[in-house]
């Protein structure tokens, strides 16, 4: 158990939808990031926040949005779903902002996200 | 740019060795991540080596670093059923906090 936990676990959905990912860091990591993985795309990053502000994105389309909360949870909004939005979409947190062995990422057990 | 290359599928018999390779690009990572991910599971950290080592061991695991060629491999000793998965190599650009991965090579262990 990584201590990072991600809820639901899946979700099934209808093209057009609009849903919301949940993501808990681990105790006292204030970096939170979310990755897709798909079949065709592979794992790829999406976007980081650090302690309420996001600091890197990645290959995130306009329609998903992700915010961090004061109590560093985090959320991925992903809205007008289409039916490659299919993934497993994972939630990582570290303690510090910009990478390293110190701040090694630490994954949650993904939410598997179905678009019908 | 930043790309990280895997091959995608290695057998191998239990009590054998596994290497597993992976290429990557960017040459400013400082540390090159292991991660597992067993099927319908998350993504597991194994280890890590640091862009200053050429070789890491922990256990059954050795990673090799050859920065020239910007090559990366895991080696792991006495393969067990259990190690069945795909493994993922990852780079963290330099002053970055996302890691890009390679596409995964998924280990089969027959027994």
């Known amino acids: 158990d990584s201590g990072v936990t991600q809820t639901p676990k899946h979700l099934i959905t209808a093209t057009g939808q609009r849903v919301t990912l949940r993501c808990s860091p681990r105790?006292?990591?204030?970096?939170v990031y979310w990755y897709q993985q798909s079949l065709d795309q592979g794992l790829q990053f999406l976007i980081q926040?650090?302690?309420?502000?996001?600091?890197a994105k990645g290959n995130i389309l306009e329609r998903f949005s992700a915010q961090q909360f004061p109590d560093l949870h985090s959320e991925l909004n992903l809205s007008s779903l289409e039916l490659g939005d299919s993934a497993l979409y994972f939630c990582?947190?570290?303690?510090?902002?910009?990478?390293?062995?110190?701040?090694?990422?630490?994954f949650g057990p993904g939410t598997r996200l179905l678009v019908l | 740019g930043e790309d990280v290359e895997q091959s995608l599928f290695l057998s191998v018999r239990e009590g054998d060795s596994s290497v597993i390779n992976c290429t990557y690009t960017?040459?400013?990572?400082?540390?090159l991540y292991w991660y597992k991910q067993e099927p319908g599971a998350g993504l597991q950290l194994l280890t890590y080596?640091?862009?200053?080592?050429d070789m890491k061991q922990d256990q059954r695991l050795t990673v090799l670093l050859n920065k020239k060629d910007k090559h990366l491999s895991l080696r792991i000793a006495d393969t067990q059923t259990g190690d069945s998965a795909i493994y993922f190599c990852?780079?963290?650009?330099?002053?970055?906090?996302?890691?890009?991965f390679g596409q995964g090579t998924t280990l089969q262990v027959k027994p």
């Open positions: 105790s006292g990591d204030l970096s």
């Open positions: 960017d040459s400013s990572s400082t540390y």
């Open positions: 926040y650090y302690n309420g502000e996001e600091r």
């Open positions: 990852a780079e963290s650009p330099l002053n970055t906090g996302k890691l890009i």
């Open positions: 080596i640091f862009s200053n080592m």
């Open positions: 990582a947190s570290s303690v510090g902002e910009s990478g390293g062995a110190e701040e090694t990422q630490y």
